[in-house]
Nanobody, 123 residues
Framework: VQLQASGGGLVQAGGSLRLSCAAS????????MGWFRQAPGKEREFVAA????????YYADSVKGRFTISRDNAKNTVTLQMNSLKPEDTAVYYC?????????????????WGQGTLVTVSS
């Protein structure tokens, strides 16, 4: 499956951004989807994941209550709504697809990755 992330940009602290990831090539609903991020000089970290049906979601503690992951299997898209953004949210954000059934937080579970979209939050 091919993944194309978009929606990044520059926003002030407290603002919002909406990231989208469009999938193509295979049956989108067969994949658990996740968002990860990597800040300069840091390891890639888990942000959020959503089950194949969209019925289950998981979040990193650092974004819980501020970010919302959702998916539209009819449109082959997964979205990350980010509110109350903080400077520490600045990173390149990646969407990823996991062909297994576990809605996991480890990047090693994910088989396919998008190219990343940069989010910059100014203080």
């Amino acid at each position: 499956v091919q993944l194309q992330a978009s929606g990044g940009g520059l926003v002030q602290a407290g603002g919002s951004l909406r990231l989208s990831c469009a999938a193509s090539g295979r049956t989108f609903s067969n994949y658990v989807m996740g968002w990860f991020r990597q800040a300069p000089g840091k390891e890639r970290e888990f942000v959020a994941a959503i089950s194949r049906s969209g019925g289950a979601t998981y979040y990193a503690d650092s974004v819980k209550g501020r970010f919302t992951i959702s998916r539209d299997n009819a449109k082959n898209t997964v979205t990350l709504q980010m509110n109350s953004l903080k400077p520490e949210d600045t990173a390149v954000y990646y969407c990823a697809a996991n062909s297994g059934v576990v809605v996991g937080t480890s990047s090693r579970l994910y088989d396919y990755w998008g190219q990343g979209t940069l989010v910059t939050v100014s203080s």
